[in-house]
């Protein structure tokens, strides 16, 4: 995109983020991919702009930032509903394993059509659930390229034993067990072969076009050797990356982490001494007293995902005593086998009323706009963005999204960021803006054939539970078989 290019929004209510006091009418204007000014902008010369939009009746706020989702999940809404962490974890298996470069392009974009239309701008994807071919990943990151989202997608791995899954297995009648460890899905992937992929994926897509970054994605620190965490650190380290990790999601998890460390998880990173700002940790709800604190003084950034932790029965994050202590904190949804959908409100909303029930005195209550922090600014820093994303204010990432005020829910607009919270679901987005470009033009996505890869979404399901049976059987017995 040209430098030059200009967009111009005239006369809409703007929240400016998450601090706003209120909402203010007038213009923004967009360069490239900035924002170059807000307010009154004066008329511009006959054809200097490359498109005006009538920005009136319309709220534009900044556009979300979903800090924890996996595309490859995209197809499972609905699907297993009062599983064990274990049984859903081999169900989600069952349903990713064994695609083809097409199928994973198909799930991206699927996510991509939910996160677009419910005015989503940007997102971390933890991708994928198995060991990874680098034709994979490619097809992941090529799909993202095509969607017009920004994304940091994060190459999940695991050179260990997935132990809080297996040793769940381990309890399971002999024949069921077999089913599920006879496939070797979650064989784990040599150090080797990733310190080969991971160098060569950073070099050839991060920073491409603007809008993606690669990031390397431990699975979870306790499913990886202390090699392979290093191994990343130093990557991020070189290339200036974020690290993104599922973290002490279960409890499980913690006490697998207490048995191999002796310590928590967060404990043994910082022992490595590569604990920092730039980890991002999905879910983080498994955490002691010291490991708040921690988190705290490293600045390492937690992914809240309410809806999924309550889906699955994982835990609740300590969200209120966790903001309290200054840890970083952004939001996600999870992938949709663990929250049957991408929409960032709920998880916005989710957040603010999770905890209010237990707390007495409500000045400890996350409030609209924490969330709506969490949501933008938040989310910003996971992306390694703070400060330049996450506002509607000159200099930012152009990320926007047009919300229609004649929505019942928008009438009268009493207070838009509560608003936004709390009754928005996604449903009154017109317009959303990508590093200046639209990307949803009056609920028409732009950058790529939506109702197409909507209609090829069964015959690709279906074709893929053909192909996966034996899993889906395997995943069957375990569901049975596990509490
Ligand atoms: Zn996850």
Redesign the pocket.
Known sequence: MSETNLLLIRGATILAGHDAAGTVEGDILIRGREIAAVGTVPPLPPGAALREIDGRGRLAAPGLVNA?M?SQSATMAGFGDALSHPAFMWLTQAHTARRTPEETRLAVLLAAIQAITTGTTALID?FPGQRFATADVDAALAAWEESGLRVALGLRFFDGLFADIQANGAGLPADVAALATGAGLLAPHPLAELKEQMPDLVARWHKRGGRLQVFPAPSNPDRCSDEALLFCAELAERHDLGIHT?LLETRAQARIARERYGTSTLVHLEALGILSERWSC?HAIWLEDDDIALMAERRAIAVH?PE?NARIGAGRMRTPEMQAAGIPIALGT??PG?NDNLVMQEAMRATALAHRADLPDRRDWVTARDALRMATAGGAGALRLGGRLGRIAPGQLADLTLYRLDAPWWRPLNDAAAQLVFAETGAAVTTVIVDGRVVLDEGVITTFDAPGVLGEIEAMTASLRRRNADLFAAADAIARALP
């Open positions: 924890h996996h933890h599922h999905a995902n999924s999870d992938g663990a």
